[in-house]
């Protein structure tokens, strides 16, 4: 029996029916691939393209799929640069990896809670 098939990526228009200032990009890097130049090279790329970044985030989770392990956050200071970052993202290949990105709770962000 051949095995399911892979769940439908869900489209641009769903990812930004709900926009927040942050922006979730998982699979950017794998685990163990964090080092001291990964924040300050994705923020000074992301602004340039972008717009404005407040905040990066990066951190790593144990028991889950590599895929999922290492979280990268933008907290951008428009909602308007988060979506431009969010579309031009999505998809886009990093590193050999397709990287997904979708917009998080700013709520979430700010007490910590990012797993």
């Known amino acids: 029996m051949p095995p399911p ?12 029916k709900n926009p927040t200032k942050v922006v979730l990009c998982t699979n950017m890097v794998g685990p163990g691939e964090v080092d001291d130049e990964l924040e300050p090279e994705i923020k000074e790329e992301c602004e340039g393209k972008y717009g404005e970044i407040s905040t990066v985030k990066i ?3 144990n028991n889950v799929p590599e895929s999922d392990a290492v979280r990268i956050f ?5 909602v308007e640069s988060a979506i431009k970052a969010l579309v031009d993202l999505n ?14 709770s700013l709520e979430k962000f700010e007490k910590g809670n990012l797993s």
């Open 5 to 16: 098939p892979a769940p439908a990526k869900p489209s641009v228009t769903e990812l930004i």
């Open 59 to 61: 951190i790593e989770l």
């Open 91 to 104: 998809g886009r290949y990093f590193g050999g990896r397709e990287v997904a990105a979708r917009f998080f």
């Open 74 to 78: 933008l907290e951008f200071k428009r």
